[in-house]
């Protein structure tokens, strides 16, 4: 597909990377000449140096021949006037990147009254997948599929777990639950496994199950499952005001720490239900004294990637909570996963997966449409869920019979509203929801699970 980027910034860079790497062709705009030169050179892709709500730039850069203009700069109403231009000027999909809380309640509206196809907010993003981590404080990660009723979920196999030997084909009749070990990650190598693989001390796992069988395995394992009661939040920005309001919601109590008095007086105006408080989130002795030993979370989400290791490794040290650090800029994930910290929030990774997906849904809106999309285990496999629309070389043929690629696990099938855990005897149908885990990239038809004759 022809893409158009308008904004070389963080997102708009790491998204350049993604669907560059998946053979589209992309043009990014920014009016920043070493920014655009450095995204052309980085990506082998083209630049325009420019203000990418101009007509005569969005021309130069291809407009009229694009598929897509994804318009991510930092200001909400320039990326909304980008793609009311690009409408008018070709006949491509528009993205826009909305951040504003004031925007976010009207998002429908406009969508409806501009006729975009998707208005991502990273800063709600982010958010939200915080708040499904506390939800479930021994994950590292969690992925939901099937509108939230089938979940993925990361986590470490310590040893005092003693799950060590336990062979992934016993699991459930050992542990009495139907829950499906779908990606593995053992010293630095990803591994797609096969029943007879036996779990490890220190691998790091990708399980998907229905909530209650996760939670029946946790509670078999010795594990609890219960959601945060408390959580402290280290910085007063916009991701803090969207993870406030729904950790609120789940009746969780509320601290947030904000160095600026202006903007505690702002929170404590949004967030009459959280306990604000103004002073210096990296001084140890504030954070003690605010029950940093006590709270059950620590997340810190302050503008400096280095500072918000630091302080979730400092709640290490100090408490028994589970840490989340926001990282925006530091692309070492690999060193940063090993640090002793329970999870790491990437904004810019997650809007760029949310617009991969839906790249890869345009492309194929015929055959089977792919939903749901996650860069997993550091980038090294996909968790994709596909809906099948038609008939083709996978359907009414049981699994077991179809030559899949290798390192590709079928995982779940959701048909009639019934979900279950893909079996050899299970065959594929018209209107079904599929799940797939694979090393493979750029699977965007239910096909490419086939091998290539």
């Known amino acids: 597909m022809n893409i158009i980027i308008v904004g070389a910034g963080k997102v708009g860079t790491t998204i350049a990377e993604q669907l560059s790497s998946e053979n589209h062709n992309i043009t990014i705009i920014d009016l920043n000449q070493k920014k655009v030169e450095e995204a052309a050179e980085d990506f082998d892709i083209l630049g325009v140096v420019g203000n990418g709500a101009s007509y005569q730039v969005q021309m130069e850069a291809g407009v009229k021949d694009a598929d897509l203009l994804i318009a991510v700069t930092g200001a909400d109403e320039l990326n909304l006037l980008c793609c009311l231009i690009a409408k008018k000027a070709g006949k491509c999909q528009t993205v826009a990147r909305v951040r504003n809380p004031m925007y976010s309640r009207e998002v429908n509206f406009i969508k409806r009254q501009m006729g975009l196809s998707v208005v991502i907010n990273p800063e709600l993003t982010a958010a939200l997948e915080i708040s499904k981590l506390l939800r479930l404080p021994y994950a590292k990660k969690v992925d939901t599929f099937a509108r939230g009723r089938v979940e993925m979920i990361k ?44 779990l490890e ?31 402290l939040i280290v910085g007063g920005g916009t991701i803090a005001y969207y993870l406030a309001k729904q950790l609120l919601e789940m009746r969780v109590e509320v601290r947030i720490i904000e160095q600026r008095k202006e903007r505690c007086e702002e929170l404590s105006e949004l967030l009459p239900e959280a306990t ?37 490794m400092l709640a290490r040290k100090y408490s028994d909570a589970k840490q989340i650090a926001k990282v925006n800029r530091i692309h070492f994930e690999e060193v940063i996963d090993d640090l002793d910290i329970d999870s790491v929030i990437y904004p810019k990774n997650l809007t760029a997966d949310h617009i991969t997906r839906y790249t890869r849904a345009m492309q194929n809106s015929m055959g089977s449409n792919v939903e749901t999309l996650y860069k997993i285990l550091d980038g090294k496999a996909e968790a994709l869920e596909f809906v099948i629309r038609e008939e083709s070389k996978v359907t009414g043929y049981p699994l077991a019979e179809l030559r899949l690629k290798d390192n590709l696990l079928v ?15 299970d065959d594929l149908r018209v209107g079904d929801s599929v799940i797939v885990v694979t090393t493979h990239k750029g699977l965007d038809d239910i096909t490419d699970i086939l091998e290539r004759a």
């Not at 939670?215 to 609890?224: D, Q, T």
């Not at 779940?412 to 855990?421: A, D, E, F, T």
Request: with cysteine.
């Open 155 to 198: 986590f470490r196999i310590h040893p005092e777990l003693h799950v060590g030997g336990l062979k992934i084909s016993d699991i459930p009749q050992k542990m009495k639950c139907d829950v499906m070990i779908c990606a593995i990650e053992r010293k630095g190598q990803v591994i797609i496994p096969g029943g007879d693989v036996a």
């Open 201 to 231: 001390d220190n691998d790091l796992v990708s399980m998907m199950a229905v909530p209650k069988e996760t939670a029946r395995f946790f509670k078999k394992i010795g594990i609890k499952t219960h959601q945060v009661k408390s959580t």
């Open 276 to 312: 604000i408080l103004q002073g210096d989130g990296t001084d140890k002795e504030l954070l003690l004294e605010e029950g940093l030993k006590h709270t059950e979370a620590f997340v810190a989400l302050t503008n400096m990637d280095e500072e918000n290791l630091m302080l979730a």
């Open 411 to 425: 995982c779940y099938i959701s048909r009639n509203g019934q979900l279950k855990i893909a079996r050899g005897q």
